[in-house]
């Protein structure tokens, strides 16, 4: 599939009202994406779990303008409230897609979102918020379209427009793990799109839970697209391009096998290497919290007394995502709440677990 291919040539101007509504989930990175070029295109490829409850639902209603248009017009509001701090983003965004989706132009738009997670809980709501606006704008285009195409056009349609708003927001289409950005291994992988991994995934792995530890709530220091610019001359970003590249070989081979000893290593490792990145750049910075160290120390712990198979990983900031088999789920919420709580923003933790996708 080629970008040519999502551009949208041909269209009816026959609806003058349609109101649609989606739902999109957060994601994960289990192999980190850290450094972009280009127009948010990842410098090394990423695999994530896609989560199910925490979920950004947004509706656009689309109202025909009464003469054509040059300019993008729309409003946006927040549980109902006018949002005017989106609209920067989003106006970004529609520009970025405006060939690809050029109905916008003929059409006012009302865009109403919220999200099921609380703010600064330290889950990324780019990447929900710009995949479940993308999926709006998609299935209205099934509505005008004069082309005949097939789902999964869209759905890869879907992936290379929210990447444009958000690039983690292309692994939030689809489940129960996404791998963004073109690798060997993998003859359909691309770095305009995600793509899903599911046929060759272990069942285990398609019922993994994440509980986030909020440990911190604050607005982190250093954004995420900052962080991305210090990758480039960063002194190891070379070395770390490659190590990714190697470890998406190695995870396939976990995911296939449901080595969970291997799993573990794996993906502490790649969100300490996130950090260490951080470290390391000019600027230095850290984000990480004297608790995010304390919870990883009793993981350790935990792990060792009991053999259970609960690992860490994080996001760019100081929460601690848990992850771990279903069978698990019992054993390890009588562990956080005798024993992580305490070192959580008033005892606060989300649960989630691996999930499918968007919804419309």
């Known amino acids: 599939m080629t970008v040519k291919n999502f551009q949208l040539k041909k269209f009816k101007k026959s609806t003058d009202f349609y109101s649609v509504e989606s739902q999109a989930p957060s994601n994960i990175a289990l192999i980190k994406y850290w450094g972009k070029q280009g127009l948010q295109l990842p410098k090394n490829p990423s695999i994530s779990f896609t989560l199910s409850n925490c979920r950004t639902n947004t509706k656009i209603n689309f109202t025909r303008k009464q003469r054509p248009s040059t300019q993008i017009n729309f409003d946006v509001f927040h549980k109902g409230k006018p949002a005017l701090g989106f609209k920067p983003k989003i106006t970004q965004f529609f520009e970025r897609i405006s060939e ?76 129960p793990l996404m791998l963004w950005g073109k690798h060997k291994d993998f003859k359909q992988s691309s770095d305009d799109f995600a793509i899903a991994l599911d046929a060759s995934i272990h069942p285990v792995f398609k019922t993994y839970q994440d509980t986030i530890l909020l440990v911190d709530r604050g607005q982190k220091k250093v954004s995420s697209s900052a962080g991305h610019n210090l990758m480039n001359g960063h002194p190891f970003a070379a070395q770390r391009f490659e190590q990714a590249k190697t470890r998406i070989s190695q995870l396939r081979d976990i995911l296939k096998n449901a080595n969970l000893d291997e799993f573990i290593k794996l993906v502490e490792s790649e969100a300490l290497t996130l950090h260490a990145m951080m470290m390391t750049s000019d600027p230095y910075y850290l984000l990480m919290k004297a608790d995010t160290v304390n919870v990883i120390e009793r993981i350790w712990h935990f792990r060792e007394e009991t053999g259970s198979k609960i690992c860490f990983t994080l996001d760019a900031g100081a929460n601690v995502h848990l992850l771990y088999p279903k069978a698990e789920k019992e054993k390890v919420k009588i562990f956080i709440d005798q024993e992580l709580t305490q070192f959580c923003q008033e005892k606060a933790y989300i649960h989630d677990e691996v999930g499918g996708g968007v919804e419309v």
Not at 101 to 113: A, L, N, S
Not at 155 to 166: D, I, V, W
């Open 100 to 175: 690809y989706v050029p109905f916008i132009f003929d059409y006012e738009m009302e865009i109403h979102t919220s999200n099921s997670f609380p703010h600064s809980s330290g889950i990324a709501s780019s990447a929900s918020g710009m995949a479940a606006l993308t999926a709006c704008l998609i299935e209205f285009e099934k509505q005008v379209s004069m082309e005949n195409k097939t789902e999964g056009y869209y759905k890869q349609k879907t992936s290379f427009l929210a990447r444009l708003g958000s690039g983690s927001a292309s692994r939030s289409v689809a489940g």
